[in-house]
C-alpha cells in the first residue's frame, strides 16, 4: 500500500539531512583561527551604532496585512475551484462573487493610499 | 517496452523480501530510497544548472564563462564547492545562534520539498497527492522563514534590511501566485498534478492556450519569488551588501544560492507542468520514457528564458516592484479569476470547435472561449495601464516648478 503522507514525512527528515550534511562536513573541515575582530558585524568596516533591531519603515507592516487577507482567503478557493461545474449556477456565483470582495478590498486598500511607496 | 526503473524497483522488492524484515520497515526503507534518488536528482540538476547558468550568461554577454576546470568547464561546481569547504566557518559574535545555523538549511529544504509531487513521466514520481498545488503553495511559503530567520539573527543592520525587503517582496508576489495557480486547478477540476497533466494530453489542450495570460503571471511571480533578477533587490549589492545573507561564509552561503538555484528550476519544471503538459508528448502512451525528455526539454526551456532575463534586464526599483504586484499583476489575476470560472461553466459542454491532423489539433469551445477571455483581460489591462500613465503624466506635469538654486545676489555695500 502506498502512503502519500509517510512518504513525505520521510522526505522531510531527507530533505533536512542533504542540506545539512555539507554544513557540518564544512564545520568541520574548515580551517579555525577566530579572533574577536572577526566575529564582529560586518558593516562594511565600520563599526557598529546601537541596536540592529530598530524600527522599522511601516510600509512593510501594511504589505504584511494585506497579504494576509489575501493569503487567508485565497486558501478557501482552492476547495471551491475543484469542485465548481459540479454545482449549480449558484454556487458558482458565490465563489465569484466572493472573490469579488476580495477585490473591492484590495481597491479600498489602493483608495486608501496603503500601496503607496513613500 | 520495459521501464528500467521498474525494473530496478522489483529487483529491490525481491532482495528486501529475501531478508525477512517486517512490512513496516520494508515500505521505510524503499520510501527511504526513492527519496534519497529524488533529492539526489534535484540536487545534481542544480549543481549542473550553476555551470550553465555561467555559461549562457557569458555567451549573452559576450564572453567566455568558465572552461578552465574539466571540458568546457564542466567541473567548475566541484571546483566551486571544494573552495567553498576551505573557507572559515564563522558566526557572528552578535548573532543568535540557533536561527542562524537553521536558516541556510531551511532555504534549502522548502525548495527540496516541492519535488516530493514533481511527475517526472507518468510512471516516475515520488508520490502522487491528492491536495499537491496545495502543498505546493504551503511548502513553498515557508522558504519567507530561512530568508527572515537569517536576516534577524544575524545582527547586521543590511541584513535586516535585506530581509524586510525581501519578505515584503516574498509575501507581496506570493499573492498572485497562488490567485494564478488556482486556474489550472480550476481548469482541471483537481489539485493533482498528475491529473492536470494528464489533462493537457495534446499541443491546443495544454493550458497556457486555454490561460496565457495567467501563465505568464504565474512565471512573472515566481520570478519574482525566486528574487531574480529584474527582482533581485532583496541582494541588491550596491544598496545593502548582499541583504540577509551577508555574515554567511563558505557552505552555508553556499546552501543559500543552491537554495535560489534549485528554487529557479523548480519554477521552470513546475510551469512546464501546469501549463505546458509536463510529460506530455507525442508516442508517450507507447513509452512513457519520452515523457522524461518532453519534461526536461520544456523546464529547460523555461530555465533558459530566466537565465535571459537575469543576463538582459537591469534590477528594477522597489516601488515599482511593489506597484507592478498590488496595482497591475493582483487586479489582473482577480479579474482572470472572477471571469475564467463563469466562461468554463458555460461551455463546458460546448464540444470541439475543431479538430485537424486526426485529433492531435483539437481546439473545443470551451478553451477557445477561455482563450477569448483571456485576449480581451489582457488588452484591458494594457489600455488601464495606459490611461493611468497619461493621466499620472499630465496631472505631473501641472505641478509649479521647483524652485531653482540661484547664485546668491551680491549685497549692495
Known amino acids: 500500500m502506498h502512503n502519500s503522507w509517510l512518504f513525505i514525512g520521510i522526505f522531510i527528515l531527507v530533505a533536512g539531512v542533504f542540506p545539512a550534511l555539507p554544513i557540518i562536513l564544512f564545520h568541520i573541515f574548515g580551517p579555525k583561527r577566530q579572533t574577536p575582530e572577526k566575529l564582529e558585524t560586518y558593516e562594511c568596516g565600520m563599526e557598529t551604532v546601537g541596536q540592529t533591531w530598530v524600527q522599522f519603515k511601516v510600509q512593510y507592516y501594511i504589505y504584511a496585512l494585506i497579504f494576509l487577507v489575501f493569503d487567508v482567503e485565497i486558501i478557501f478557493l482552492y476547495p471551491w475551484a475543484v469542485a465548481f461545474d459540479k454545482l449549480?449556477?449558484?454556487?458558482?456565483?458565490?465563489?465569484?462573487?466572493?472573490?469579488?470582495?476580495?477585490?473591492?478590498?484590495?481597491?479600498?486598500?489602493?483608495?486608501?493610499?496603503?500601496?503607496?511607496?513613500? | 517496452m520495459t521501464d528500467p526503473l521498474a525494473l530496478l524497483g522489483d529487483w529491490l522488492l525481491n532482495l528486501l523480501a529475501q531478508l525477512n524484515l517486517p512490512p513496516g520497515l520494508r515500505q521505510v526503507i524503499l520510501y527511504l530510497l526513492g527519496v534519497s534518488v529524488i533529492a539526489t536528482v534535484a540536487l545534481v540538476i542544480t549543481i549542473f544548472n550553476t555551470w550553465l547558468e555561467r555559461k549562457i550568461a557569458a555567451r549573452i554577454q559576450d564572453r567566455l564563462g568558465p572552461n578552465r576546470v574539466g571540458p568546457w568547464g564542466l567541473l567548475q561546481p566541484i571546483a566551486d564547492a571544494?573552495?567553498?569547504?576551505?573557507?572559515?566557518?564563522?558566526?557572528?559574535?552578535?548573532?543568535?545562534?540557533?536561527?542562524?545555523?537553521?536558516?541556510?538549511?531551511?532555504?534549502?529544504?522548502?525548495?527540496?520539498?516541492?519535488?516530493?509531487?514533481?511527475?517526472?513521466?507518468?510512471?516516475?514520481?515520488?508520490?502522487?497527492?491528492?491536495?499537491?498545488?496545495?502543498?505546493?503553495?504551503?511548502?513553498?511559503?515557508?522558504?519567507?522563514?530561512?530568508?527572515?530567520?537569517?536576516?534577524?539573527?544575524?545582527?547586521?543592520?543590511?541584513?535586516?534590511?535585506?530581509?524586510?525587503?525581501?519578505?515584503?517582496?516574498?509575501?507581496?508576489?506570493?499573492?498572485?501566485?497562488?490567485?494564478?495557480?488556482?486556474?489550472p486547478v480550476l481548469l482541471a477540476r483537481s489539485m493533482d498534478i498528475s491529473v492536470i497533466v494528464e489533462k493537457q494530453a495534446t499541443l491546443l489542450e495544454m493550458y497556457v492556450v486555454a490561460a496565457p495570460l495567467a501563465a505568464l503571471l504565474f512565471f512573472i511571480s515566481s520570478v519574482a519569488e525566486v528574487g531574480r533578477t529584474p527582482f533581485d533587490l532583496l541582494e541588491a549589492e550596491s544598496e545593502i551588501v548582499a541583504g540577509y545573507h551577508i555574515e554567511y561564509s563558505g557552505f552555508k552561503f553556499g546552501m543559500f544560492q543552491a537554495g535560489e538555484f534549485m528554487h529557479t528550476f523548480t519554477i521552470a519544471a513546475l510551469t512546464a507542468l501546469l501549463f505546458l503538459g509536463g510529460w506530455q508528448g507525442p508516442g508517450v502512451a507507447q513509452a512513457p520514457i519520452l515523457g522524461l525528455f518532453y519534461f526536461m526539454g520544456k523546464s529547460f526551456a523555461v530555465y533558459f528564458v530566466t537565465m535571459w532575463m537575469r543576463s538582459t534586464l537591469p534590477r528594477i526599483r522597489i516601488?515599482?516592484?511593489?506597484?507592478?504586484?498590488?496595482?497591475?499583476?493582483?487586479?489582473?489575476?482577480?479579474?482572470?479569476?472572477?471571469?475564467?470560472?463563469?466562461?468554463?461553466?458555460?461551455?463546458?459542454?460546448?464540444?470541439?470547435?475543431?479538430?485537424?491532423?486526426?485529433?492531435?489539433?483539437?481546439?473545443?469551445?470551451?478553451?477557445?472561449?477561455?482563450?477569448?477571455?483571456?485576449?480581451?483581460?489582457?488588452?484591458?489591462?494594457?489600455?488601464?495601464?495606459?490611461?493611468?500613465?497619461?493621466?499620472?503624466?499630465?496631472?505631473r506635469s501641472r505641478f509649479p516648478e521647483r524652485p531653482v538654486a540661484r547664485p546668491p545676489r551680491e549685497e549692495a555695500a
Open chain 1, 88 to 118: 449549480p449556477l449558484l454556487g458558482v456565483a458565490a465563489g465569484v462573487l466572493f472573490i469579488f470582495l476580495l477585490a473591492d478590498g484590495l481597491w479600498y486598500a489602493w483608495q486608501k493610499g496603503a500601496l503607496e511607496w513613500s
Open chain 2, 82 to 183: 571544494i573552495k567553498m569547504l576551505t573557507k572559515e566557518d564563522t558566526t557572528p559574535a552578535a548573532a543568535d545562534k540557533v536561527a542562524y545555523n537553521i536558516a541556510p538549511i531551511l532555504a534549502v529544504v522548502s525548495v527540496l520539498l516541492i519535488w516530493a509531487v514533481i511527475p517526472f513521466t507518468s510512471q516516475w514520481f515520488g508520490t502522487q497527492l491528492n491536495v499537491a498545488v496545495l502543498y505546493i503553495a504551503a511548502v513553498g511559503s515557508f522558504g519567507v522563514l530561512a530568508v527572515l530567520m537569517a536576516g534577524w539573527s544575524s545582527n547586521n543592520k543590511y541584513a535586516l534590511l535585506g530581509a524586510f525587503r525581501a519578505v515584503s517582496q516574498l509575501i507581496s508576489y506570493e499573492v498572485p501566485l497562488f490567485l494564478s495557480l488556482l486556474i
Open chain 2, 319 to 395: 516601488d515599482h516592484m511593489q506597484a507592478l504586484n498590488w496595482k497591475i499583476l493582483v487586479p489582473i489575476a482577480l479579474t482572470l479569476l472572477m471571469l475564467t470560472p463563469i466562461v468554463d461553466y458555460f461551455t463546458k459542454d460546448l464540444g470541439v470547435l475543431f479538430s485537424a491532423f486526426g485529433g492531435a489539433l483539437t481546439l473545443s469551445w470551451r478553451f477557445a472561449a477561455l482563450l477569448l477571455t483571456n485576449i480581451l483581460v489582457t488588452l484591458a489591462a494594457i489600455e488601464a495601464v495606459r490611461r493611468n500613465a497619461k493621466r499620472n503624466f499630465v496631472e
